[in-house]
């Protein structure tokens, strides 16, 4: 996947974590962060890890937060 379309379901995921904490203060740092990261063209991913690895990650904390 590329473009900004792709990142939603990723973006949205954290973004539901973050607000589930319930802290503004961290809300905002981390979406300034990302958005810094983002807005440059960045990634914070390693260019060997694939798509399939980062949602084998996320389903893994997902299933720790249900746990």
């Known amino acids: 996947m590329t473009g900004r379309a792709s990142w939603r379901p990723y973006r949205k995921f954290h973004e539901q974590i973050l607000t589930s904490v319930g802290s ?12 810094a990261i983002f807005s440059r063209g960045l990634s914070t991913e390693a260019p060997d890890r694939t798509w399939h690895d980062l949602v084998v990650e996320h389903e893994a904390v997902l299933d720790a937060i249900r746990g």
């Open 24 to 35: 503004v203060r961290l809300t905002r740092a981390v979406n300034g962060a990302r958005d």
